[in-house]
């Protein structure tokens, strides 16, 4: 999972749209950023990965990962703990999309204090499904899952150890700006990084509902916008 070449192929071997049909029954919709398409004002959905299991097959030949005999090239692990099903089964529908590019993943669910602990305190893991949230601004909920100065064990934050000097420095930068239209292209250029080097794949987003009165707008109804 170190090299670039994996984490993009496994990103064409997922089909995200499955996994809504069949995980979320389709109440949701495929995730094409890091950052939620709800936050419309700096969200980009140009760096996607179509679903392309032969160009996954590629990716992973590339890396000099080749199939042995069995037809397998590695195993991976993906945990995910109980209490949310559709992560379980987005899970399984992985490891069905994974194994058809030769990568033979185990599915392990935990309870939510082990999840924690194996994951995020321990760093125990090779993939897990994590829900998390991207507003009401990103500075606050999606910075401290990529910045370098967040590589801590500790629930929620950067897990996968993720780095690079030049996400950190858009940033430390983005939240101080002032103008919209600049904050927003910083943001687009932080999606761009992302989506390339794939620390994490957006799986799908869960759809927020509400209801409001039409005399009012930009309503915030909780925490998670």
């Avoid at 071997?13 to 809504?20: P, Y």
């Avoid at 950052?35 to 980009?44: A, C, Q």
């Avoid at 103008?179 to 927020?208: C, G, S, Y």
Wanted: hydrophobic fraction near 40%.
């Amino acid at each position: 999972l170190k090299d670039i070449k994996v984490r993009q192929a496994i990103a064409y071997a997922i089909d995200r749209n499955d996994i809504v049909k069949k995980a979320l029954f389709g109440e949701g919709k495929v995730a094409k950023s890091h950052i939620g398409s709800g936050l419309s004002w700096l969200y980009t959905d140009k760096f996607d990965y179509a679903f392309n299991p032969a160009k996954a097959n590629q990716l992973l030949d590339e890396a000099g990962f080749k199939r042995g005999a069995d037809g397998k090239r590695f195993p991976l692990r993906i945990h995910w703990a109980s209490g949310r099903d559709y992560e379980g089964r987005a899970a399984e529908i992985i490891k069905d999309n994974l194994r058809a590019v030769g990568i033979d993943v185990t599915v392990q669910v935990l309870d939510r204090p082990s999840f924690i602990d194996k994951v995020f305190r321990n760093w125990d893991f090779d993939l897990a499904n994590q829900l998390f949230t991207t507003g009401p601004d990103p500075s606050i909920s999606v910075t401290p899952r990529y910045h370098s100065n967040q590589i801590k064990k500790a629930p929620f934050v950067n897990g996968m150890g993720y780095s690079n000097p030049a996400v950190d420095k858009l940033f430390d930068a983005e939240f101080s700006i002032i103008d919209r239209t600049k904050r927003a292209a910083m943001w687009r250029d932080i999606q761009q990084h992302l989506m390339n080097d794939l620390p994490a794949l957006p799986l799908f987003e869960v759809p927020p509902i509400h209801a409001a009165s039409a005399k009012y707008r930009d309503i915030v109804t909780g925490s998670q916008g």
